[in-house]
């Protein structure tokens, strides 16, 4: 019987390679153009709470390819996870950087401080991931779980983790009247007023959001109130799913031609994201985050 020939994986000539790169960047681009509409931008808002382990340009880049995407990881990540993708499955095809170790003029590798090698990018490359609906194997921990709607209860000591990161930045926090509006922040007296009519997780909602106001700096940068507001309840919306408050029915802006151009919408998106994910990496380490359902929609 003769041998069985190795499965070598086919290399790409460098057109290929640039053709395929290309392409790559073209389904980025129209993705970035999405965002300036109120349904592209709320598609990014819901799913950036499933999808934090990616850039913004290659959430994008899924989302334009799979909008359905739930849990997304290369082949070898779900290997590792316990499943496998199936035969015959698309990739999704985003960005990943090409990285190479920092030399000095004597070829010695380069170091950070602490004893971390040095990488540089010259680069980037098209690599194919794949999400959970693409895959079989055992459920995963997080399968069990899902966002809770808003019903009035907001998670235990979350309110208190979010006033703790006010406070920590020099301001007080108030419950009393705020009409018309639901909160505010005075950026003057350092303060921060929550209504003191909502329930309960509507206020903590709010008070997510003037924390964002702070962390964006909207008392010093130079963006029209509009943005302000965009930029604060979109990170509310991110925060809040990813602790399992639903409140995307409530309060993610309808910002259809809110943006002059997509370069703006994309400044804004990154903005958004970088400040969602500090304010839950900060929650993190007194507030449950529960894990989304990953089944397939």
Known sequence: ?????KNRRRQLTPEQRQERLQAAYDTLSDAVEKLTTADGWQQMITRRAWLRRYSLGN?????AQREDATDVRSYNDWRAAGRHVRKGERGIRILAPLRYRERDEDDTPLTNPGGAPRYRVRGFTVVSVFDISQTDGP???????????????APARLWDAIADQITGRGYT??????APANGWVRFDTRTVRVSDTLPHAHA?????????????????????????????????????SLVGLDSLPYSVP????????????RTTAERVLTVADAIADALSATVAMPAPDTAPA
Request: glycine share 4%; charged share 30%; hydrophobic share 40%.
């Open 204 to 240: 903590v909602k709010t008070l997510v959001h003037e924390l964002a106001h702070i962390w964006c700096e909207h008392d010093t940068r130079d963006v029209p109130r509009k943005v302000c507001e965009i930029e604060a309840e979109s990170v509310a919306c991110l925060v809040c």
């Open 139 to 153: 459920p995963l921990p997080e399968d069990t779980h899902g966002p809770r709607l808003l019903d009035g209860a």
């Open 1 to 5: 019987m003769a041998p069985r020939k």
């Open 254 to 265: 309808y910002v259809a031609g809110w943006a002059k151009d997509a370069d703006t919408a």
């Open 173 to 178: 926090i108030e419950r009393d009247t705020t």
């Open 59 to 63: 959430l994008l880049m899924i989302l």
